[in-house]
């Protein structure tokens, strides 16, 4: 992916520069604009007929994004779009290979490669949360190419290793390594079950999990 990050650092748009027929897939409604370039509402779903419908669905409600996802391909050698994500602060590109992929927390994603795909897998919290009948959901890369996140605040990079497992607050979890291994906790003395505060995920392993500085729900209520 050929991109630029413009803008200050609190409210970037990243412009994307494509050649003819290339294509990358951009979280609905974030384009902000586009020169040289055709866009396309689909399913956010590989598969198709109701199967795909049920899987935007699915998708829509367990993972933070939108039900639809637009594809954007470039209609000459000299075509670009912008496209900023809902909420300011930081852009950041992860390399997706067939020897590194990633578990992207709920929301983040913002666009992506057309070689490069994803999957919802679930991410059980356990009998304390939910009876055990239930749990979160994480989007899981796959393919080669590029997958462009955003996050509320700053991205930061933290190492994990044998001796340094981590455990992180669930709202500033942006996403990681899948060589990780990682469970969810809910954290001690804390019952806030409907927004996801009080959970935890605890890593450890080889690996690195990419963290974002603020956290929304704790800003939304400070503000109100």
């Avoid at 994480?138 to 455990?167: K, N, R, Y």
Wanted: with cysteine.
């Amino acid at each position: 992916m050929d991109y630029i990050i413009k803008g200050d650092s609190d409210c970037p748009i990243a412009e994307i520069h494509l050649q003819t027929h290339e294509t990358v897939k951009i979280e609905r409604g974030s384009m902000a604009y586009m020169s040289n370039v055709s866009i396309e509402g689909k399913m956010n779903s590989n598969k198709k007929g109701l199967g795909g419908v049920l899987g935007a669905i699915g998708r829509s409600l367990t993972s933070g994004e939108s039900m639809f996802i637009t594809e954007a391909t470039g209609t000459s050698s000299n075509a670009f779009l912008g496209i900023a994500p809902a909420i300011p602060g930081k852009i950041t590109c992860l390399k997706v290979q067939p020897n590194q992929h990633y578990y992207l927390n709920n929301g983040v994603f913002l666009a992506c490669d057309g070689s490069v795909s994803y999957e919802m897998k679930s991410q059980s919290v356990g009998k304390a949360l939910f009876g055990g009948s239930g749990g979160f959901f994480v989007m899981h890369t796959f393919g080669q190419g590029d997958v462009m996140v955003s996050a509320f605040g700053d991205i930061l990079e933290i190492d994990v290793d044998e001796d340094h497992p981590i455990t992180i607050d669930n709202e500033h979890v942006v996403a990681w390594d899948d060589s990780l291994n990682y469970e969810i906790k809910v954290a001690s003395g804390t019952f806030g079950f409907t927004t996801g505060e009080g959970l935890v995920n605890a890593f450890h392993g080889n690996g690195k999990v990419y963290i974002q500085t603020r956290n929304i729900h704790n800003d939304i209520v400070n503000i109100g």
